[in-house]
């Protein structure tokens, strides 16, 4: 079959596993309702949501969902290395957030306890 677009290629994939634009959104931790943009728009995908979807479903294979070129589904081999990647990279990415997210609780806590030093300073100082 002869596809035009990424968005093609994808509902190619998604017929042939019966699965629907809600699936694979949460699957592949989409923004809601961008499958239809991008069909709507006849536009692409950004690269990340193109990262999800591979990674949401590894025996997919990159160069046909980006080019066309190649069969639609990899050999279990190929698939099982991109699975490990995946997964390295989503606890990359899980880590670097709760990193961050740590460091602001650092801050929130360093805060609150100056304001409580700050308010039971000013009860024992009182007569």
Known sequence: MDFKNIIERLDYFAKERGLNDNKITVDAGLSIGSLGKSRKSKGGLYSDSIEKILCAYPEL???????????????????????????????????????????????????????????????????
């Open 61 to 127: 294979n990159p160069e046909w969902l980006l080019t066309g070129k190649g069969e639609m589904i990899k050999k279990k081999k190929e698939t099982e290395l991109l699975s490990e990647e995946c997964v390295t990279t989503s606890m990359i990415r899980e880590i670097k957030n709760l990193a961050a997210e740590n460091a602001l609780l650092k801050r929130e806590n360093e805060e609150l306890k100056r304001k409580n030093d700050k308010f039971f300073g000013n009860i024992v100082a009182e007569p």
